[in-house]
């Protein structure tokens, strides 16, 4: 091979490299400006102290995550932890919640088309091009002992007065969020049971297979990567929900969002804020890391 040769295959790498750099160079920077570079600022913050006059001394402590995990009553007795735990049962909740409520109404869009299909997606989506917190509005009128739901109860020969689950608190808090993620969870399952062939589905109804086998055998393990995707676009942001708990719950719980916010501002303590936060962040690497292992970008619609 001769030098021009030799040269024109590196002048050629070299556009191909410049080519690559000017597609890739923006995003990359957006990710290091938006992402890293704050989270790295959060890291610092986290291990420094703030004095009484709250100037923040920068310094390398672990006395604020000593905070998070260590209480007076001992390991792990602390009010941090307690919401944490708790955060996760609700947003565990909503999760399964969304699925079990998600699943028929994304199989039967599967099996619909035309009109009908663009009816029924208009349907179930409508109320979500509202406002989030006029919905959430809409849901104190609903809830509470002198509720519309309650209202209604307490007027027939059912019950004799209000109906605890009705009242603000914890079961509350989930319906509203699982009304306000149930499109993840649709759109997702969706996407993937779209791609199933329905006729795996009826050679399995001709071989005697009941629906629920169908359901357990056939249509849950096709679209499994739609749902591992949907329970994560539901669990993270379920996990750190702020204005709901702190609209339906009425102060008899605290979710971990809230005690991070309340920390902040009553005492300026950012330094607590950013550990708690930066602990807040395990979970939802784990959750992406397992999307990452288990589905594709088809998938995830």
Same mark, same amino acid.
Not at 119 to 138: E, G, N
Not at 151 to 166: N, R
Not at 170 to 189: E, G, N
Not at 243 to 256: E, S, Y
């Given at each position: 091979? +001769?030098?021009?040769?030799?040269?024109?295959?590196?002048?050629?790498?070299?556009?191909?490299?410049?080519?690559?750099?000017?597609? $890739?160079?923006? &995003?990359?920077?957006?990710?290091?400006?938006?992402?890293?570079?704050?989270? !790295?600022?959060?890291?610092?913050?986290?291990?420094?102290?703030? *004095?009484?006059?709250?100037?923040?001394?920068?310094?390398?402590?672990?006395? *604020?995550?000593?905070?998070?995990?260590?209480?007076?009553? &001992?390991?792990?007795?602390?009010?941090?932890?307690?919401?944490?735990?708790?955060?996760?049962?609700?947003?565990?909740?909503?999760?399964? !919640? $969304?699925?079990?409520?998600?699943?028929?109404?994304?199989?039967?869009?599967?099996?619909?088309?035309?009109?009908?299909?663009?009816? @029924?997606?208009?349907?179930?989506?409508?109320?979500?091009?509202?406002?989030?917190?006029?919905?959430?509005?809409?849901?104190?009128?609903?809830?509470?002992?002198?509720?519309?739901?309650?209202?209604?109860?307490?007027?027939?020969?059912?019950?004799? &007065?209000?109906?605890?689950?009705?009242?603000?608190?914890?079961?509350?808090?989930?319906?509203?969020?699982?009304?306000?993620?149930?499109?993840?969870?649709?759109?997702?399952?969706?996407? +993937?049971?779209?791609?199933?062939?329905?006729?795996?589905?009826?050679?399995?109804?001709?071989?005697?297979?009941?629906?629920?086998?169908?359901?357990?055998?056939?249509?849950?393990?096709?679209?499994?990567?739609?749902?591992?995707?949907?329970?994560?676009? @539901?669990?993270?942001?379920?996990? %750190?929900?702020?204005?709901?708990?702190?609209?339906?719950?009425?102060?008899?719980? $605290?979710?971990?969002?809230? @005690?991070?916010?309340?920390?902040? *501002?009553?005492?300026?303590?950012?330094?607590? %804020?950013?550990? &708690?936060?930066?602990?807040?962040?395990?979970? $939802?690497?784990?959750?992406?890391?397992?999307?990452?292992?288990?589905?594709?970008?088809?998938?995830?619609?």
């Amino acid at each position: 091979m +001769s030098t021009i040769q030799q040269l024109g295959e590196a002048f050629e790498r070299r556009g191909e490299r410049a080519k690559l750099a000017l597609m $890739t160079g923006p &995003g990359v920077s957006w990710l290091l400006a938006l992402i890293l570079a704050p989270t !790295a600022f959060l890291v610092m913050v986290s291990f420094a102290e703030v *004095n009484s006059s709250y100037d923040v001394v920068w310094s390398f402590s672990v006395s *604020n995550y000593r905070e998070l995990f260590v209480g007076e009553s &001992g390991l792990f007795k602390t009010p941090f932890i307690d919401s944490f735990l708790l955060s996760l049962g609700i947003a565990a909740s909503t999760t399964v !919640a $969304t699925v079990v409520l998600a699943y028929p109404v994304a199989y039967l869009l599967t099996r619909l088309s035309g009109r009908t299909f663009k009816l @029924v997606l208009f349907a179930v989506l409508v109320p979500f091009f509202t406002i989030f917190i006029v919905r959430i509005y809409s849901w104190l009128s609903l809830f509470g002992s002198e509720g519309l739901i309650n209202s209604m109860l307490v007027a027939t020969p059912l019950v004799s &007065g209000p109906v605890g689950i009705f009242e603000y608190g914890l079961a509350a808090v989930v319906i509203s969020l699982t009304h306000a993620f149930f499109p993840y969870m649709l759109l997702t399952l969706y996407s +993937s049971l779209e791609g199933i062939d329905y006729g795996v589905i009826e050679a399995s109804r001709d071989l005697g297979a009941t629906r629920l086998e169908i359901a357990k055998d056939v249509v849950i393990p096709l679209s499994a990567q739609g749902l591992i995707t949907g329970c994560v676009f @539901v669990f993270v942001p379920a996990l %750190g929900t702020f204005i709901t708990p702190q609209f339906l719950a009425r102060g008899k719980f $605290t979710m971990i969002a809230e @005690v991070l916010t309340a920390r902040i *501002n009553e005492l300026y303590a950012i330094n607590y %804020g950013a550990a &708690g936060s930066l602990f807040l962040i395990i979970p $939802t690497i784990i959750a992406f890391a397992i999307v990452m292992r288990t589905t594709t970008l088809e998938a995830m619609g």
